[in-house]
Structure formats: C-alpha cells, structure tokens
C-alpha cells in the first residue's frame, strides 16, 4: 500500500467537508445580515449592529475562501502533507463570536 492509499479515502469526505463550510459560512452571512437590518430597524444599540455586520462579515470571507480551501485540500490529502485550515477556523470562531455578542447586546438592551 503507498503512502496515497494510507491517507487517501475513496469516499466523500472532503466533500462533505466542503458542505459543511459552506452551510457555515451561509449561516453567519445571511443570519448576520438579517439580524444586523433588524437590529437598524428597531433601534439597537451599535454593538448589536457591529456584532452582527461583522458575522456577516465573516461569513462572507469563508464563503469565498470555500473553493480555494477545497483544492488546498484536496492537493494536501494527495500529497500526503498535513490539513491547515486555521484562518478559516478563525474566521469562523470569530463570525460565532460575533453572533454571541450581537445577541447578548440585545437581550441586555431589550430585558
């Protein structure tokens, strides 16, 4: 068995991957951007508003860095090299982050 076949799967992962960053990524940009336009039209506070738009944000950035993330890894399972996916994961962690914030800004503003 070559190297290849050791870290190579004949399957759909890296698909399904790929599936799952976008459905992420499409998450934080549309939720964001819904809750941000909500958040301007009933008034909240700019955090709220920077939170959200910043998700949105986000998103966006992953959303556009899917297809290149998905030959990166692609070419990184055929070569046997090791998966860095940290800058998408910290686009990520951040759009979440931003979600949080905008949410606790406006349960604390609306209690």
């Not at 990524?25 to 909500?38: K, M, N, P």
């Not at 090299?81 to 759009?95: C, H, I, T």
């Amino acid at each position: 068995m070559t190297a290849e076949e050791e870290i190579w799967d004949q399957g759909l992962q890296s698909e399904r991957t790929r599936l799952a960053w976008v459905r992420t990524a499409v998450a934080l940009s549309t939720g964001g951007l819904g809750a941000a336009g909500l958040s301007v039209r009933y008034g909240l506070p700019a955090p709220a508003i920077v939170g959200f738009a910043l998700a949105a944000l986000c998103g966006g950035v992953l959303l556009i860095r899917t297809r290149v993330r998905f030959r990166r890894v692609q070419a990184a399972l055929h070569a046997g090299r090791p998966l860095d996916a940290g800058l998408d994961a910290v686009f990520a962690w951040l759009g979440t982050l931003s979600v949080v914030a905008g949410a606790l800004t406006f349960v604390l503003t609306v209690r």
